[in-house]
């Protein structure tokens, strides 16, 4: 029943290091998600992307990109990982259309020193 | 910009006494939606409130979407620890529905 995965459950990575978190999607949806999860500040949207080759900022994008060349994979990159990029990041993916559940996945824990 | 807040940020009961969140949105909501994150984990969806007033009941979970369509509130009658998680609520953003806006959570911890 596994819909939304993601690379990996821990990374740890080097201040200024390229990173790539990975989220695959297998219900076929349009809409795919990247968030930042930190204590005493809930979701935080990095970007979002609504199709193929699509993406719009979300609320916190610097210091991110993101990639999606196929519909069911979303990535997100950090260019030169910096101290304050350790945190949770989770994926989700919600049909187009108003009223559609989110569906995320299991969360990677990345810890940049 | 629009935000949804929820209060309270945390609340610690003990097994079998009644939780409440509420949340509060700047802006009217077309519908609001329901979220529960376990400890480790990562937030699932509840339920889907669309009607202004409506009533929607989960087992010993209540949902309510206010008259005004800004607010909404969970309630959880005698509470088990099994309730333990971050309750949040989310709204389409108001500059285009594909995406949601998520209040700022409500921590419930029980204790046997």
Redesign the interface.
């Known amino acids: 029943d596994v819909k939304v995965t993601q690379s990996s459950r821990y990374l740890v990575k080097r201040t200024g290091e390229k990173v790539f978190l990975e989220c695959v999607q297998d219900m076929d949806h349009e809409?795919m998600?990247w968030?930042r999860q930190d204590p005493?500040?809930?979701?935080r949207?990095i970007y979002?992307s609504?199709d193929v080759k699509m993406k719009?900022k979300?609320?916190i994008p610097e210091g991110y990109s993101v990639s999606r060349e196929k519909k069911e994979r979303f990535s997100l990159i950090l260019e030169s990982a910096s101290t304050n990029q350790t945190s949770m990041y989770?994926c989700a993916a919600?049909a187009?259309g108003?009223?559609y559940?989110?569906?995320?996945?299991?969360?990677t824990r990345l810890t940049v020193t | 910009g629009q935000q949804v807040m929820q209060i309270p940020q945390y609340q610690h009961v003990q097994e079998g006494e009644d939780f409440t969140t509420y949340c509060n949105s700047s802006t009217t909501l077309s519908n609001i939606q329901w979220y529960k994150q376990r400890p480790g984990g990562h937030p699932v969806f509840l339920i889907q409130l669309v009607k202004s007033g409506e009533v929607k009941k989960q087992k010993r979970l209540t949902f309510q979407f206010g008259e005004a369509k800004k607010n909404s509130s969970l309630h959880i009658t005698a509470t088990q620890t099994t309730d333990v998680g971050t309750y949040f609520c989310a709204g389409p953003g108001n500059t285009g529905f594909q995406k949601l806006v998520f209040g700022t959570g409500t921590r419930l911890l029980v204790s046997p």
């Open positions: 809409n998600f968030y005493g500040l809930g979701l949207l979002f609504y719009e979300g609320d989770l919600r187009a108003m009223g559940e989110q569906y995320f996945g299991p969360g």
